[in-house]
């Protein structure tokens, strides 16, 4: 089964709109933590917001924020007032065994490849 | 600036050539990590090191290899490439802390094509 899905392959939003892009994972362990990165054209991947599974509050980190709903299992990401510049794909990754695992390694949906119009 | 560096940007192989793709990180990172990006399967995990001479199978080792002689350097090793390792290779590490919010940094990426 697929631990992170992400079932849209593909948005377009306008300059100045919100966008939210779907994220919904699976995981038995009660501690995890569920990542944001953006991918542009140029390849490198940038973190943008992580949300842990006993965060009480919504990660918020500028015109990002993370819509999460721990009993549905998902994890969206809503972009505020897209830039031209926000076009790039989006991956959502999740971390289980937050406390004791040996090493910090991320399982990673498909991705979105978000485009924003004038 | 931090940063991991990857230290081929594109290259060019032939099947059945050993292929390194070497990876270095300036931050004093103890976990390192190699991952294969492909359209419409995201990032798949090939292996890591969470300290030096330490290396565990990520989702998918097989037709590779890993090495860490230094904190600092970790290296992917294809010891006879195929056409079906064409692909985007991307390295990244983190510092190993207890805290949920470990964020990995990336490389650019290496984008392998096997002939």
């Known amino acids: 089964a697929q631990k992170i899905t992400q079932t849209q392959p593909g948005m377009f939003v306008q300059e100045k709109e919100a966008v939210t892009l779907d994220c919904t994972y699976d995981?038995?362990?009660?501690?995890?933590?569920l990542f944001w990165y953006k991918q542009p054209s140029s390849g490198e991947m940038i973190f943008l917001i992580y949300?842990?599974?006993?965060?009480?509050q919504n990660a918020t980190e500028g015109r990002y924020s993370l819509n999460f709903q721990k009993a549905r299992k998902s994890a969206n990401l809503v972009i505020s007032a897209s830039q031209l510049g926000d076009s790039a794909m989006y991956f959502c990754a999740m971390r289980e065994d937050l406390f004791t695992g040996t090493a910090s390694k991320l399982t990673f949906g498909t991705g979105t490849r978000l485009q924003v119009t004038l | 600036d931090v940063k991991v560096t990857q230290s081929s940007r594109y290259l060019v192989k032939r099947t059945g050539e050993k292929v390194f793709l070497e990876c270095v990180q300036d931050?004093?990172?103890?976990?390192m990590f190699w991952y294969r990006q492909d359209p419409g399967l995201g990032l798949r995990l090939i292996y890591f090191?969470?300290?030096?001479?330490?290396?565990e199978k990520g989702d998918i080792p097989e037709g590779y290899s890993v090495s860490r002689e230094k904190k600092e350097r970790f290296s992917l090793i294809l010891e006879s490439a195929s056409t079906n390792q064409t692909s985007m290779y991307l390295c990244?590490?983190?510092?190993?802390?207890?805290?949920?919010?470990?964020?990995?940094?990336f490389g650019a990426g290496s984008r392998l094509t096997v002939l």
């Open positions: 931050m004093d990172h103890e976990n």
């Open positions: 090191s969470y300290d030096v001479k330490m290396k």
């Open positions: 995981t038995s362990d009660p501690s995890y933590g």
């Open positions: 949300q842990g599974s006993y965060d009480q």
């Open positions: 990244a590490s983190s510092s190993l802390t207890g805290s949920g919010a470990n964020v990995l940094t």
